[in-house]
């Protein structure tokens, strides 16, 4: 056993159905600094397509998505291709792994512009995803909302500059989360979300 596992003194901040830590600022913030301008200048950055309601719709935020090559990966009818890990995000993959004990073999990037642009309510609940999914955040901060499925309960935490928020156990069964939208936030944000796809 590892006495001195990073996860110890974290606490869940959901109250039932699931376990979601958040590590807090775990880059200094120079260093955030250069991982998001890294990110935003060498990350293949696409708008998202989704059906949505049976209507095709071109996301606003951009998205990538990257991991081990040959995956394929679909969600809301849409099949995407894995795009070969670069330098940085293996040195990100790793670091999100020991903080939170896990692995993981892919992950899906998102980029705000501003407070207009967010991801509105969703759990990562498909079939082919394992239930621990971590998320780096740089740039501006932004809340992040959780909502039961049943019960409605909600919780919510901002996500600071260079931080870690870590989703696992049945966190994706029970619950949704989104990232707001609003008017007050004008610069942008990067988040990393890293998973395990099991073919
Ligand atoms: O940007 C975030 O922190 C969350 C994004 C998200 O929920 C997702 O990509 O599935
Ligand atoms: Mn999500």
């Known amino acids: 056993m590892d006495l001195f596992n990073q996860q110890d003194h974290l606490t869940n901040l959901l109250p039932a ?10 880059f200094k913030p120079e260093e955030a600094v250069n991982y998001f301008e890294k990110l935003w200048n060498t990350i293949e950055w696409k708008n998202d397509e989704a059906l949505i309601f049976g ?3 071109i996301t606003k935020r951009k998205v990538a998505w990257y991991g081990e090559t040959d995956f394929s990966y ?14 940085e995000l ?3 993959k ?6 939170t ?27 082919a995803l394992g239930p621990t999914i971590a998320c780096l955040s740089f740039g501006a901060e932004r809340k992040f909302s959780m909502k039961h499925k049943q019960t409605k309960q909600a919780v919510s935490i901002l996500l600071e500059n260079g931080s870690l928020l870590l989703m696992k156990d049945d966190t994706q069964l029970h619950w949704l989360h989104c990232i707001p939208k609003t008017k007050k936030i004008t610069r942008p944000r990067i988040s990393l979300t890293f998973r395990t796809i099991v073919l």
């Open 74 to 87: 679909t969600y809301s009818n849409t099949t995407k291709q894995a795009l070969a890990w670069t330098k």
């Open 17 to 26: 159905d699931g376990t979601v830590n958040y590590y807090g600022k775990i």
């Open 94 to 99: 790793q670091i999100a792994e020991e903080k």
């Open 90 to 92: 293996l040195v990100l």
């Open 101 to 127: 004990g896990a692995t993981y073999n892919s992950c899906l990037l998102n980029l705000y512009h501003d407070g207009e642009e967010g991801v509105s309510w969703h759990s990562d609940d498909e079939k």
């Open 55 to 57: 209507k095709w719709v």
